[in-house]
């Protein structure tokens, strides 16, 4: 089993940034794949950003591409996602997750999950 627990988040303005964490704990040889998703009100959850951990390859939805930075410290079993020039349009609750399944897309069969930490972007 895998725990998850995200942190970080808050209220900033636009073009402000923030910087989420996730401790990671438990079988963390399960979490060689580990991604960052939000869900905005209303909407459908999307994948941010992706990374594989063992040779540090990662992925970005366009739309955060050039502006959010995901990176894993193996020695503090953390997962950061770094976020600049936020947006209103990020506002979303984010979700830390990893996945211990192969699948051929970076957003695709996360089996862990944390709480979540609530972003707020305002204008």
């Known amino acids: 089993q895998v725990q998850l627990v995200e942190s970080g988040g808050g209220s900033v303005q636009a073009g402000g940034s923030l910087r989420l964490s996730c401790a990671i704990s438990?079988?963390?040889?399960?979490?060689?794949?580990m991604g960052w998703f939000r869900q905005a009100p209303g909407k459908e959850r999307e994948g941010v950003a992706s990374?594989?951990?063992?040779?540090?390859?990662?992925y970005y939805t366009d739309s955060v591409k050039g502006r959010f930075t995901i990176s894993r410290d193996n020695a503090k079993n953390t997962l950061y996602l770094q976020m600049n020039s936020l947006k209103p349009e990020d506002t979303a609750m984010y979700y830390c997750?990893?996945?211990?399944?192969?699948?051929?897309?970076?957003?695709?069969?996360?089996?862990?999950w944390g709480q979540g930490t609530q972003v707020i972007v305002s204008s």
């Open positions: 990374i594989y951990t063992p040779f540090g390859t990662t």
């Open positions: 997750a990893a996945r211990d399944k192969r699948d051929v897309t970076w957003f695709g069969s996360y089996n862990y």
């Open positions: 438990g079988y963390t040889y399960s979490t060689q794949y």
